[in-house]
């Protein structure tokens, strides 16, 4: 079991930036791929960021360039930097982690945090 709990959304302006964090307990952190998604109202959820716990990062064609995944083992953190923010990127944002063991996925997912880019 993962608990993950996201902080840091809020109300930017257009080209501004925003960093959000996820912190992670109960399980070995380091073992598991940490990711970011996003779900806008109406829309489906999507992958935003991921890291594999070897370091491997894969973004939505849609931020690269604008976020950065970054991933703290020794203190269960898992950030996203987001820069040059669009109002396209309004979403509530949530924390995964992702651990496959004996042919099993398991996904665990955080309470999500409201992300509004607005003038």
């Known amino acids: 079991q993962v608990q993950l709990v996201e902080s840091g959304g809020g109300l930017v302006q257009p080209g501004g930036s925003l960093r959000l964090s996820c912190a992670a307990s109960?399980?070995?952190?380091?073992?598991?791929?940490m990711g970011w998604y996003r779900q806008a109202p109406g829309k489906q959820r999507e992958l935003v960021a991921a890291?594999?716990?070897?370091?491997?990062?894969n973004y939505a064609d849609s931020v690269k360039g604008r976020f950065t995944i970054s991933r703290d083992n020794p203190k269960n953190t898992v950030d996203l930097q987001m820069t040059n923010l669009k109002p396209e990127d309004t979403a509530v944002y949530y924390c995964?982690?992702?651990?496959?063991?004996?042919?099993?996925?398991?996904?665990?997912w955080g309470q999500g945090t409201q992300v509004t880019v607005s003038s």
């Open positions: 109960g399980s070995v952190f380091s073992t598991y791929e």
């Open positions: 995964s982690a992702r651990r496959t063991l004996l042919g099993r996925t398991y996904t665990y």
């Open positions: 890291m594999t716990s070897s370091g491997y990062t």
